[in-house]
């Protein structure tokens, strides 16, 4: 068999110009449609890492925020819970101080009416006993109040204790004005004339007193001088009374005084009237 170098010379050249063709019209274009699909998908995968690195940043932030929120809510909670503890805690201390305020005013204001209840008692039970002394002794004795009283006073003056006497001799002997002796009333010539005796005859001199009418004085004589007072007065009778008054009014008074800061009443015993003692009445030497 015959070669036909020609033909065969000739096929090569068209293989090779084929081959040519495609690597220049169809493997180049392909092989570069790959290359730019593959930069492609690198890209995108690249552009979805980075996407993927930010979403989780911003989770992550997300949830830094979310916990300093929370956190922050926490705290103002607290905050809140304790002021509104401290502003309840405030307005019950000043709710309590207010009370305590009022209580103190009405118990004061009941005082008040108490002692001027006693004090009028007091003022009338000595106008009431003075009538009645003097209306007795009248009638019983046919001596008068006032000559009983300047007796008393006369007699009182004798038997003071020597330092009392002392002093009181001294403050009516250094005194550059007549020393007054006050009474409830008009003393008689007779009665005014044996008091300036006994104080002569008591101090071994001349006493000068001037004779005073005092409404203070009820039912007694009052000498001063000098800072230096003797003074009799049948008041000190009436001192028990006025105890007696102010503890029955303590008593009667229902939560006023004793129970007005006490969350439950609680009887008071009644006083024991018949064993308070009364005092007798008071010859008072000392300091005015």
């Given amino acids: 068999m015959l070669i036909d170098w020609f033909t065969v010379g000739a096929q090569i050249v068209n293989f090779l110009i084929l081959v040519w063709l495609l690597q220049h019209f169809l493997y180049k274009p392909i092989l570069d449609a790959i290359d ?40 103002l909670l607290a905050k809140a ?21 009022l209580r103190a005013t009405q118990v004061e204001a ?18 009431e006993v003075f009538a009645i002394a003097r209306k007795a002794l009248t009638d019983l004795a046919n001596v008068s109040l006032e000559e009983r009283v300047g007796e008393v006073f006369t007699r ?18 250094n005194s550059s004005e007549p020393a007054p002796l006050r009474s409830a009333f008009d003393l008689p010539a007779a009665q005014k004339a044996a008091i300036q005796n006994a104080l002569n005859e008591t101090f071994s001199a001349e006493i000068r007193i001037k004779f005073e009418d005092s409404q203070d004085a009820i039912c007694g004589i009052e000498l001063t001088a000098n800072g230096q007072k003797l003074a009799w007065s049948i008041s000190s009778y009436l001192a028990g009374l006025s105890t007696k008054i102010s503890d029955l009014v303590d008593t009667q008074s229902p939560p006023a005084i004793d129970n007005m800061n006490k969350p439950e009443m609680v009887a008071s015993p009644k006083p024991d009237t018949a064993k308070a003692p009364v005092p007798e009445p008071a010859v008072l030497v000392g300091a005015k």
């Fill in 36 to 75: 730019a699909r593959e930069k492609r998908i690198a890209a995108e995968l690249a552009d979805a890492d980075e996407k993927k690195a930010e979403a989780q940043k911003e989770r992550i932030d997300f949830e830094d925020k979310n916990k300093a929120f929370d956190e922050q809510r926490t705290a």
């Fill in 81 to 101: 819970t304790d002021e509104a503890k401290a502003e309840r805690g405030r307005l019950i201390d000043q709710a309590k101080q207010y009370e305590a305020s």
């Fill in 110 to 127: 009941l005082r008040g009416d108490q002692s001027r209840l006693g004090n009028e008692i007091t003022l009338l039970a000595e106008k």
């Fill in 156 to 173: 009182r003056l004798r038997d003071l204790d020597p330092k009392a006497k002392e002093l009181l001799g001294a403050a009516l002997k």
